[in-house]
């Protein structure tokens, strides 16, 4: 991005009123052009929020931090230059080069490291931090040459890696990777000498701006893809399984088809981490499953489900595995070495990310890895995601009770032994519940999306609640599936968001919800803040199921509305209240 265009960005002004997202930029130099380049990539991540950057003093980057209230906003960006551990360190500040100065200049980087991490430790329990650490080169100030690591550069190094080790274990607190600046800003293109001099503004505007724009990310993160749909011969393996045999199909370096078995390693990576994975393949079904019983497979049948295995075009197969999964197709990549193939698959599915697995060269392979971790990656794994594809196989067996007729749905319900435990309080550091309601679409009460920020500040209303469900049964758990954030009183409550894993769908969860807000909450009526997406099908439907003919915003229910028209509910109910 460029300055000018940076500066009409952060400097548009919009029609009517958007809610601030506040964000306290930290650092040592002057913030200069680096406020402007994060203001207006926070702004094109999230166009609907007007951010607001302010900046502490100059020069002095640990006192800003402990002297933040946190509270006042929403997220805190820290920007450490080497200069920002010890003044000796720059060449605004004059004395301490001297070798015999050197070892002295180490030990208060050492302290000045202490002492930010305290700070960093009591700013992150209130709002997400991020940080980058030293971006710049540590000045001529040693006498090894150049090429050469010198003891007190190597522990200068050490005190930030010892540094960025401690922080990146506390929960709120995001890193900048230096690997992926390092790709995007070349170290030797990063500082200005004379704009440090002279503004005190050591970056050139290039680095500003990429800089910028990493930063702004993990301020504002987007939501992780659910799902990949692979082919088999040539992608997930070298050669054509029905005619080379499964013995003649490889992923080594013996047979120059390495970067399969990398790809497949991949794959059970992300599996492990929850992400869905599915096969599209042309093939025979023994075929298939012959080679997936080889033992030097590194990516495992219990990974993927389901195997569309067949003869059909690819899209059908695509079809039928979103219908299976139950997740939208924006969620979700689709790779295949056939243009062809992906052709066909993008006409039926334009909203499906297509990438071509390029076999015959190594590189961008290697860079189809890198962007899908960019697609899928998540700061830690959760006990859902290690449910989630085992919970999608098992809810067949709730799919088939739509075709169960009379007592014998009842009997169904009452077999399956379902328990659900509901969450009620006040907190807002359920980082599950968050991801739920930005990642779900098809029972969600109105799209309506939360940073950070606006999350923490819907809480500041003392009449506010969250309530979350998480659910088992003898078929297995879904962990954590619903939440419903509203505010109570006077008897009524006011739902702002309602969603539910699609998941979770058709086993009554929704009604028990409404339940526990009628009969415990002693609601009378409850009034939703109901929105039509192109998505929110299934929610419309649950809704005209209860009130009937059209549904208007904001929806009204009233207490004797909703037992008249719920159905039976056989769930055994425990109820953690926190308030």
Known sequence: ?????????????????????????????????????????????????????????????????????????????????????????????????????IQDVVRSAEAVATRLKRAVEVISRKVTTVICTPTLPLPPAFITKPRELGLEEARLHRIVASLSESLSQIPKVRIVNQQKLAECSSPADRYDVRSDLQAGFPYTLHHASVLGELLSGLVET?????????????????????????????????????????????????????????????????TVSAAFRRQDLMLSPDDIYPFEVHWSRKSESVGRILKTWNIGEDAVVFIDDNPAEIAEVQAAFPNILCRQFHRDDPRSVWLLLNELRELFGKSEISTEDTLRSKSIRESAVWRDEKNLDGNAVEDFFRSA????????????????????????????????????????????????FLLTATYEDKFGALGKIAVLMGT????????????????????????????????ECGAQQIT???????????LQDFFVGLLGGHLSNPLMLARTAFFAAAPPLFHRVEVNSHV
């Open 1 to 101: 991005m460029k300055l000018i265009e940076a500066l009409k960005i952060a400097q548009r002004t919009d029609a009517g009123t958007t809610p601030a997202l506040q964000v306290f930029l930290a650092c040592g130099f002057s913030a200069l052009h680096l406020r402007t380049f994060l203001t207006a990539h926070l702004r094109v991540r999230r166009p609907e929020i007007r951010p607001e950057v302010s900046v502490g003093l100059f020069g002095d980057l640990a006192g800003n931090l402990e002297r933040l209230e946190s509270s006042s906003v929403g997220a805190a960006v820290i920007v450490l230059e080497w200069a920002d551990l010890d003044a000796r360190l720059g060449i605004r500040s004059l004395g301490g080069w001297h070798p015999a100065h």
């Open 222 to 286: 987007r939501s992780p893809m659910k799902a990949i749909i692979t082919d088999l011969d040539d992608t997930l393996w070298s050669g054509i399984v029905g005619d080379d045999g499964v013995d003649g199909i490889s992923w080594s370096l013996d047979s120059h088809s390495q970067m399969h078995g990398v790809y497949q390693q991949f794959l059970s990576s992300l599996a492990s981490a929850g992400v869905l994975i599915g096969v599209a393949s042309k093939n025979e079904k023994d």
């Open 417 to 464: 032994d379902p328990r659900i435990v509901l969450d009620y309080g006040r907190s807002y550091d359920d980082k599950r519940a968050l991801e739920l309601v930005n990642k779900t679409n098809q029972f969600n009460l109105n799209g309506k999306r939360y940073g950070h920020s606006e999350w923490r500040t819907f809480f500041d209303n003392p009449n506010a």
């Open 488 to 519: 109570a009183s006077a008897g009524t409550i006011h739902v702002h968001t309602w969603v539910m894993s699609c998941r979770a769908f058709s086993r009554r969860i929704e009604h028990q919800i409404l339940r526990y807000l009628f009969e």
């Open 528 to 538: 939703f803040e109901f929105q039509p997406t192109p998505r929110n099908g299934p």
